[in-house]
């Protein structure tokens, strides 16, 4: 993700005196840490906002968070774990006795505190709600019953609604008066008989509408009601979507159960986007904070897959081994083929991809896009056919393995706009993410074809 | 990016109502387009969401559009506009006539009118800013001073203000009076002498508090003042860090211009994350719906340096002709060790890029990630090392072979972890993105390793 470590120093300096963990301040506690200057570093530590205090302690060592942790104790904002790094989180948690866990749950919005809970092991986790007072308790329990990465998990239990036949007045009478409300919400929810919404106000609209007014003659009736077992994925569209600012959540009966609001949801896009990323290098999750046993197992199995395809073209290269033999040249430029094959390939995957994902690439345009890049492919291929060929005609002064590499150059970029389309189009059919999938079978496609053409024009036309 | 599209068909269902641009929607309008029933497609249409129009719009060819332009015509919601991707957006402009476009964009949000204005060349954006009043060509004069991607750029101009001596009261009966607001917004902001933001209260507890309560007394006053240039990159960083609703932008004198949302953050997000997707699949831009010789061009260059990497690996093969002559296995093993250093060196890479984006790879901890990765590397390396060795052996039934594969495997997998690492740190320090540029370098290293570690070796063995 680009953001200031990307810019240049005079950009980022933009953030001075608005961002708290900065590396002078990381320095500043370590060396206060080292002193045991307890005082100094609760001195630095205490005007620091969660989510500041939370990038700092994951630049400590161990030893450091523990003794960051003893200076700071009972003062810490709950919302410092909801900042924090999961793994990382885990550690700190381990630490803590169940009572000054349930304390921090209890503080937290429902959202956060689930997400605290869902990662604790079973019998914690049992441990933990028992130490809960009933009331949050059911609330807890009801909400783990949805699965881990639905619209469910990120709701706001708490929900300002009103009921239909209520004025502007009323409702600001109300607001005034309960206190079982959110600390910040940006809609009123409208709710009929059984609970239903049936209609949504802006905050901001209520504030400008005189008393007297029906709630019902201001409220925007085309609601987008997020069923509560709705996969997040889905929910971060809608909201992308349409701009919305929060959403209603409702249960199979179509009862109003909660409220997922914008913020929530540009924490899932950033999951999405490290997902993505992470699967385009081959891994599964971010293991930047895992101990090097773990990283070592999780990256393990991508590489194996890896040595699969690149066997596979070895065997292909085996086919030819009596004509390398003869003309060494050709050991010598086959990797060019094959690796401008894979960038070509890569390139359009990538767009391909994308479009898939932003529903932009569908069944009745495909056609169309695969012909265009199997186009953009030969033109290119031709650009660099005539230039390495050139190349390869100077270097080994013999036109005719110019004449090969360009030839087999022309294909495999044919080849690389036609499978980095077709690949993606074929695993979504088959409902495999190809987002996953589809980077290890482009490259085996175009290492194949890359060696097998260059390889076997080369015996055809040379030997 | 994942959404609805990567998902099993189960869960795609859980879109059924909620999303306009279905499948079912593009076929029936396209099938009425081609009867030429306007009639009936201004009724499938009409329900739409301005952002459901226009991703049906995207799906269709030159020839739908203009139909569906001519049916839908001056019922169109501007909105559109600000939804439509960019290349389609700049064709549909060029058939709109200045007066039109004048309309639209002064119904627009002003950061979105702007996003709409700054893509028109110099003539038609003198032209198009001469049609509109001069009130509010003055404010987008303004906005368009600043450089694209800055804050200014993304904010819009009307802000819901009140002074810091005002009551509850006060405030409410000035918001119903008050016609020049923005139509949704979450937090007022408390101005002092000369124009000042001094504190924000949001709307949602403006609502909940007594009438005569003081408004000094109930606002925040840790505000994140941005200023007008900084980078829309850090303007998300922020977002994101202290999970704000709105933000206010202030000018160089520290007045209040603007306040920017978080649906705006969300779309800066949104491009941040298409940046590093094409960065990595070698893109400079998303060329989706471009032209083939426009997107012929813009990948050209990324293969080019492509082009001069694989020559430098093929001359380190070239070093070792003799060797490869004499024995073929090696021509045919070879790619294998340069292909799994690349694989693991990108897993490592994309780990590290991700971290320095998020501030959380430091200076502070860069020498102990180095560490673990080449450590990671290394043990990752000899388990692949005796499979890949053993493998060898039996393929060509030479066990020195075997024994060399398995050391250059070694060799090459350190070096992918300590490349991983180095390189987008030194690149970082050299203020250049390493989103952009370590991939490349680090190919070019493990390919060159690879290569003179196994060929090197062998040789030396071997021969």
């Known amino acids: 993700m680009a953001d200031s470590q990307d810019l240049p120093v005079e950009e980022r300096d933009d953030l001075e005196g608005l961002y708290g963990a900065t590396d002078t301040m990381v320095r500043g506690i370590r060396a206060a840490l080292a002193e045991g200057n307890l005082e100094a570093v609760a001195d630095l530590v205490k005007p620091l906002h969660a989510a500041d205090l939370a990038d700092l302690f994951e630049q400590l060592n161990s030893e450091e968070r523990n003794a960051l942790v003893a200076s700071v104790g009972a003062d810490i904002d709950p919302e410092f774990f909801s900042y924090l790094d999961e793994t990382v989180r885990e550690e700190v948690i381990d630490d803590l006795d169940t009572e000054q866990l349930a304390t921090v749950v209890q503080e937290l919005d429902t959202d956060d505190a689930v997400d605290l809970i869902e990662d604790l092991d079973k019998e914690d986790q049992a441990e933990l709600l028992q130490a809960i007072p009933a009331e949050d308790r059911a609330l807890f329990e009801d909400t783990l019953r949805y699965p881990e990465e639905s619209a469910a998990r990120l709701m706001n239990r708490e929900v300002a609604t009103v009921p239909s036949y209520w004025s502007v007045g009323q409702t600001i009478d109300y607001m005034r008066s309960d206190a079982d409300l959110p600390t910040t919400f940006y809609d009123i929810y409208v709710v009929g008989p059984s609970y239903r919404p049936i209609g949504a106000v802006p905050v901001s609209r209520l504030l400008r509408t005189d008393r007297p007014v029906p709630i019902s003659e201001i409220m925007d009736t085309d609601l987008k009601l997020i069923p509560a077992a709705m996969d997040q994925e889905n929910v971060a569209f809608l909201f992308r979507q349409y701009g919305l600012a929060s959403a209603p959540v409702v249960d199979d009966p179509g009862r109003l159960v909660g409220v997922i609001t914008v913020d929530d949801v540009v924490t899932v896009i950033e999951e999405e986007h490290e997902e993505d990323m992470l699967s385009l290098g081959g891994l599964r999750e971010d293991d930047f904070y895992e101990a090097v046993i773990y990283t070592t197992r999780a990256r393990f199995s991508w590489l194996l897959v890896n040595l699969a395809t690149a066997i596979l073209a070895s065997m292909v290269i085996g086919l030819f081994d009596a004509s390398i033999e003869k003309v060494v040249a050709l050991a010598v430029l086959m990797p060019i083929v094959a690796s401008m094959g894979g960038n070509a390939g890569t390139q359009t995957l990538t767009v391909a991809?994308?479009?898939?994902?932003?529903?932009?690439?569908?069944?009745?345009?495909?056609?169309?896009?695969?012909?265009?890049?199997?186009?953009?492919?030969?033109?290119?291929?031709?650009?660099?056919?005539?230039?390495?060929?050139?190349?390869?005609?100077?270097?080994?002064?013999?036109?005719?393995?110019?004449?090969?590499?360009?030839?087999?150059?022309?294909?495999?970029l044919l080849m690389a706009g036609f499978a980095g389309t077709i690949v993606p189009l074929t695993l979504d059919r088959l409902k495999i993410d190809p987002a996953i999938a589809s980077a290890v079978v482009l490259t085996t496609v175009t290492d194949v074809i890359g060696f097998l053409s260059f390889l076997g024009l080369a015996t055809l036309v040379l030997l």
Do not use: H, Q, S, Y
């Not at 345009?365 to 186009?375: P, W």
């Not at 291929?381 to 005539?386: C, H, M, Q, T, Y």
């Open 353 to 412: 991809v994308r479009a898939l994902a932003l529903k932009e690439l569908t069944p009745a345009n495909a056609m169309r896009i695969v012909g265009k890049e199997i186009l953009v492919g030969g033109i290119n291929g031709i650009v660099f056919a005539i230039l390495m060929g050139l190349i390869a005609w100077f270097w080994f002064d013999n036109w005719l393995i110019g004449l090969v590499l360009a030839c087999a150059m022309i294909i495999n």
